[in-house]
């Protein structure tokens, strides 16, 4: 018997796993700042990061597995095609919280203007 994995199952999945990772990033802030005594959030600040991470890099491995079975690449078509459908997006999400993650938090690690000229390159 073979196992099959739609490509939308497996995005819906990863997607889901992206949110306990999100969840897990928020319920550490939560408990790390007393802000609720709850126990879902304690919970979700344990072990939510580390099963969402596993998860979703399983299912990258296991989609990135099924795509050279079908159709091998050559490491400058690899790098071509999925460092730059990662990558790219990566730095314009980066570059734009860049600019509004001083406005977003009351203390921004951005506000400071010399980690700023050290994250941009400025020395």
């Given at each position: 018997m073979?196992?099959y994995l ?7 999945i ?24 709850s126990?879902?959030f ?6 939510a990061?580390?099963l ?7 299912l990258?491995?296991f ?24 990558y ?28 700023l000229q ?6």
């Amino acid at each position: 018997m073979q196992f099959y994995l739609s490509k939308n199952s497996s995005n819906t999945i990863k997607f889901a796993s992206a949110i306990m990772i999100m969840l897990h990033h928020y319920s550490q802030y939560v408990c790390a700042n007393n802000l609720s005594e709850s126990v879902i959030f304690r919970a979700l600040s344990y072990q939510a990061g580390f099963l969402g991470v596993a998860i979703f890099f399983f299912l990258s491995g296991f989609g990135l597995m099924e795509s050279e079975s079908k159709a091998h690449l050559g490491i400058g078509q690899f790098l071509k095609k999925r460092l730059l459908k990662i990558y790219l997006p990566v730095l314009f999400v980066s570059a734009i919280w860049l600019f509004i993650s001083p406005f977003a938090m009351s203390h921004s690690p951005f506000a400071d203007s010399c980690l700023l000229q050290t994250t941009i390159g400025g020395g």
